[in-house]
């Protein structure tokens, strides 16, 4: 029997309101389901009905950690981007997420802080050795390690992040095992060794062995559209940062508070970590971590944030 007229206009609305086909699987409904709402971003947006959304625009606030410490959230952008000004995620949050930072008692990355300073007196490896054993004090040793990382390695011929320069460490002074990457105490430590630079504007030298053509890979992959959402850093974190995706107030993607904090995982989250998330985000397939090209999209992101503060422990949602 032929559907009847009313069962065929239900069908042709169903299909013009976007909904998903049975039989449809799982993985297919999620890229589906994200094609379309960035669809309906790209509509709306092209309508000019997000020209001024009701708090799309980051916060005009300071941020001063304790009462004390005063930092650097908003400045003048580098030479060749594409904003004038550059600005912290942290003006892009919740007011309750941005009094959870500006309070070390409350920030919950704090705890992350005080293990990271265990394992820096910690004694490892078969030269009975620790991080203090070599370094000292870390508030002297360390400070401003935060702010100028990535650095070029002549020896590795590649730039390295702080990551990577303790398992170097670990390796060759401490003769101990290396961090696996995303490893607990790795972040802990990373994030102590950080924190020592809490406030430092960010500066990093790309005039350091071939860290200018790293700059350019990290740039290239920076706007290379990629994944089945055929989407670039740039589209969240330049084209439409200070829009609303869902719940998520898009920032300029600055990563001078790593590691972060995020409330929505109640963990710290490395770079890498959140560059794969990204990534992932696109329905690509991710590099590895600490590879080449996250390692030269560190290089370049880090540039865009020159001048901000350190923040690490960041904390955002």
């Not at 620790?130 to 590795?156: I, L, Q, R, T």
């Amino acid at each position: 029997m032929a559907p009847s007229t009313r069962t065929r206009r239900r069908s042709r609305s169903s299909k013009a309101r976007g909904h998903i086909a049975p039989g449809t699987t799982q993985e297919e409904t999620k890229v589906l389901k994200t094609k379309l709402i960035w669809a309906a971003v790209a509509a709306i947006t092209a309508a000019g009905w997000l020209a001024a959304p009701a708090g799309a625009e980051p916060v005009n606030d300071d941020l001063v950690i304790d009462g004390e410490i005063h930092m650097t959230t908003r400045t003048k952008a580098a030479e060749g981007m594409p904003f004038d000004e550059v600005l912290s995620g942290w003006l892009f949050r919740t007011d309750e997420t941005r009094m959870l930072e500006a309070d070390s008692f409350q920030n919950p990355g704090m705890l992350y802080v005080e293990r990271g300073e265990e394992l820096w007196n910690k004694v490892e490896g078969e030269a009975g050795k620790s991080c203090a054993s070599c370094h000292g004090d870390a508030s002297k040793s360390m400070k401003g390690v935060g702010a100028s990382y990535p650095k070029w390695d002549a020896e590795a011929g590649r730039p390295i992040n702080v990551e990577l320069q303790i398992n170097n460490c670990r390796e060759k002074n401490m003769k101990a095992e290396p961090y696996k990457f995303d490893a607990a105490e790795q972040k802990a430590l990373t994030t102590f060794i950080k924190h020592q630079s809490l406030g430092d504007p960010l500066g990093i030298d790309l005039a350091a062995g071939d860290m200018q053509g790293w700059w350019e890979k990290g740039k290239d992959l920076y706007y290379k559209r990629t994944g089945q959402l055929n989407l670039a850093c740039a589209s969240c974190h330049e084209q439409y940062n200070g829009k609303y995706i869902r719940a998520d107030h898009l920032s300029q993607g600055n990563v001078n508070g790593f590691p972060t904090y995020r409330l929505k995982q109640a963990n710290m989250v490395s770079l890498h970590n959140r560059f794969r998330g990204c990534i992932r985000d696109t329905r690509a397939e991710f590099p590895a971590a600490f590879s080449d090209e996250l390692m030269a999209l560190e290089v370049y992101v880090t540039w865009r944030g020159t001048g901000l503060s350190v923040e690490t422990p960041a904390v955002r949602q």
